[in-house]
């Protein structure tokens, strides 16, 4: 599932071939995607200029413009399993037979590029949802904890995040309410950097080991967005291009291997936690009081 270095690429990409243009079509292929009839929802698109596209958590936000009649409203679509957003220049065809077999919507702009939509496992949707009504917004989204590159969220407010958990450490980081945008992928990744074992109770990380897991939460994050992204099936950015931070992964998919860490020994190991692929150095991330695993 693309987590939150992919979606905040996917919204890099998008946003300057977006912003500043007008919607002047719009065609829903699959119509259960979208969370009103196809009618009303092209009628409440249509004309609308875009105004900005932001992430929140895994969430991609085109925020619609008012017009006549109209308060601004937001897209608001989740990349879940396959998803994929993408620009299309004028005239151009689908880049490839994922988007050209399960693209659900397309929407055309007024210098005839389109935007498109499409979900290889069909499990996502589009939300339009006014702006300042914050019941009608998706309640995954509503639920979000907060951003982990923000400036708010420091040392303290991750501290105060894990102090109140039992749980293991892998599992409170793939929490959304707790932190938002994380996913298998850079939970991993974080705690490696941090030798911390993914099995530590939440609440038993001293400030030392908590300074040091905040410090790789951002530090990872920030390199695989530089990276575009990780790509190990179908994720592509906006523009339909690859990431490249799979070829920097130190454990996620690397059962078996030798750890990326300079001068470990350790073999990369993988567990279940939570139902969860996880994988971590035995060396670099000692168990000390790690919980006991559950399937």
């Known amino acids: 599932m693309p987590e939150l270095p992919e979606v905040e690429t996917v919204c890099r990409t998008l946003r300057p071939r977006l912003v500043g243009r007008t919607v002047t079509g719009v065609r829903l292929l699959r119509p259960f995607v979208a969370n009103c009839a196809p009618a009303e929802f092209a009628e409440r698109v249509g004309g609308r200029r875009v105004e900005g596209v932001r992430r929140r958590g895994k969430y991609i936000v085109i925020e619609l413009g008012a017009s006549p009649g109209r308060p601004p409203d937001d897209l608001i679509f989740h990349l879940m399993m396959a998803g994929r957003l993408g620009h299309r220049p004028p005239g151009a065809a689908p880049p490839d037979p994922v988007e050209a077999k399960h693209t659900h919507a397309v929407f055309t702009l007024d210098d005839r590029s389109e935007l498109a939509w499409a979900d290889l496992r069909h499990f996502g949707r589009i939300h339009l949802v006014p702006r300042h009504q914050p019941e009608a917004i998706p309640p995954g989204l509503a639920a979000l904890g907060p951003e982990p590159l923000a400036a708010g969220f ?114 990369v190991e993988r567990v279940r936690v939570g139902g969860r692929s996880t994988h971590f150095c035995p060396l670099c991330q000692p168990p000390r009081t790690a919980v006991r695993n559950s399937r």
């Open 154 to 267: 420091t040392a303290a407010r991750l501290a105060s995040i894990l102090r109140r958990r039992r749980a293991p450490l892998k599992l409170v980081l793939l929490d959304q309410a707790a932190v938002a945008g994380l996913g298998n992928i850079y939970a991993d990744e974080s705690l490696h950097r941090a030798g911390l074992h993914p099995l530590r109770p939440a609440c038993s990380l001293d400030p030392g080991e908590v300074r040091a897991l905040h410090r790789s939460l951002r530090a990872a994050l920030r390199e695989a967005i530089a990276s575009g992204g990780t790509t190990l099936r179908t994720y592509v950015d906006g523009e339909g291009r690859r990431g490249a931070f799979q070829a920097r992964l130190r454990v996620y998919g690397r059962t078996g291997k030798r750890c990326a860490r300079p001068g470990c020994e350790g073999t």
